[in-house]
């Protein structure tokens, strides 16, 4: 692997998960959508020789283990989403350490490799729950991708550190996703919604502002951003306000993509760490 410009290497990552189960009925099972959803993602980075990193929740990899293995049939980083997809503040310490053993150990024992790397879902590891960090580093986890550096309606950690930084008093690498900074606002650009709603050319800026501060942007998506199609397959009615907030802009989502990476120096969070001389220290507010 090459790369055009030691500043300019960035990370392209994917949450697996199923949209229903994840975001409307944790109750409910996996659908068959996310192994077609997750061949176009996987096509797409094929076309583009870009190698990336998947978050995959345990629950996909214990109902849809084909995805697991086609994933890695492909040559990707295969990292965990925890299990249920519930946020992490609606967890207890035993059950979210439960959560990552589970899942890392069906991923594991499907791949025969070590999982490194975890993403919460949603983001939903703040400022003040340091007791995540100590069940991920007790489970094996080097690396955490679950800050969202600036404060949204959901989530965030408008304290946290834009930069990629070793926390202090642990073991655990973490990865704030990309965040914008245009006169004094920070501006979410990174993946899933945010990718939905920018145009191409304020997206392609962006990249351009974050390598130029010296900071790799780090993309996210979901397999099922891929499909535009999906709320013809769900029989339950769905309100307009979530299809529209879910479901903007997933027809062009594909070629925003490929046109992103296409022109940009994309890697896998493993491959990333290993090009990389050590990250300073900062303490996680």
């Known amino acids: 692997m090459s790369f055009n410009n030691s500043y300019s290497i960035n990370i392209f990552s994917c949450d697996v998960e ?14 068959e959508r996310v192994y077609r959803n ?8 094929e076309m583009n020789a870009v190698r990336g990193t998947f978050f995959i929740q345990g629950l996909v990899a214990e109902q849809r283990p084909e995805v697991v293995r086609l994933i890695d049939s492909a040559g990707h980083e295969i990292a965990s989403h925890g299990f249920s997809h519930k946020p992490v ?9 439960d959560e990552i053993i589970k899942t890392n150990e069906l991923l594991e024992n499907m791949i025969g490799k070590k999982v490194r790397g975890f993403r919460a879902p949603d983001f939903t590891i703040f400022n003040d729950m340091h007791f995540a960090f100590e069940v ?47 006169w004094k606002l920070k501006i979410p650009v ?10 191409i050319r304020f997206l392609k800026k962006a990249i351009r502002s974050i390598n130029d501060e010296g900071r790799p942007f780090i993309m996210y998506c979901h ?25 903007f802009g997933r027809k062009v989502f594909p070629i925003k993509i490929a046109k ?26």
């Open 18 to 31: 199923d949209w229903y189960q994840s975001s409307h009925d944790f109750s409910a099972s996996i659908s």
């Open 136 to 182: 991920l580093e007790e489970c094996g986890i080097e690396y955490d991708s679950s800050m969202f550096p600036a404060r949204t309606g959901r989530y965030g950690n408008p304290g946290c550190h834009p930069g990629i930084f070793k926390i202090k008093g642990y073991n655990l690498i973490e990865f704030p996703v990309s965040i914008y900074f245009m």
């Open 190 to 199: 990174a993946g899933g919604g945010y990718i939905r709603l920018w145009p």
């Open 38 to 45: 997750v061949s176009r993602c996987l096509e797409l980075l």
């Open 89 to 97: 503040f609606q967890l207890t310490r035993a059950q979210f350490r």
């Open 260 to 285: 992103l990476i296409s022109k940009n120096n994309f890697c896998s969070f493993e491959d990333f760490i290993r090009l990389s001389k050590p990250f300073p220290e900062r303490v996680c507010p």
């Open 223 to 247: 397999p099922y951003e891929f499909d535009s199609n999906e709320w013809s397959a769900i029989l339950e009615k769905i309100p307009i306000s979530r299809k529209l907030h879910q479901g």
